[in-house]
């Protein structure tokens, strides 16, 4: 939870590179989902092709409550194996 900031101003600094926006998720999965979920899916958006940000939506999703939202993008993440 404390590299979350860090991450996040990273994130901020390089808008085009999904690894920061997808590590500033995992940063925050665990403490506040909803925000980690907005970081999964900036880090999904610039890579679509990133398995990790569409497990780690699944997860937030998860911890949300929204089971049917998080099917859908465990099934992207198991499509793009």
């Known amino acids: 939870a404390e590299a979350a900031p860090l991450l ?3 994130a901020a600094a390089a808008p ?3 690894y920061p926006a997808y590590f500033a998720g995992q940063a925050l999965l665990a403490s506040a989902p909803a925000q980690a979920l ?3 899916d900036t880090a999904s958006a610039l890579d679509p092709l990133l398995r990790s940000a569409h497990y780690g ?3 937030a999703l ?3 409550g929204r ?3 998080a099917q859908v ?3 992207r993440f198991q ?3």
């Open 8 to 10: 996040a101003a990273v």
């Open 16 to 18: 085009a590179d999904p």
């Open 38 to 40: 907005t970081w999964f």
């Open 57 to 59: 939506a699944f997860q």
């Open 62 to 64: 998860q911890r949300l």
């Open 67 to 69: 089971p049917a939202d």
């Open 73 to 75: 993008r465990l099934a």
């Open 79 to 81: 499509e793009l194996e």
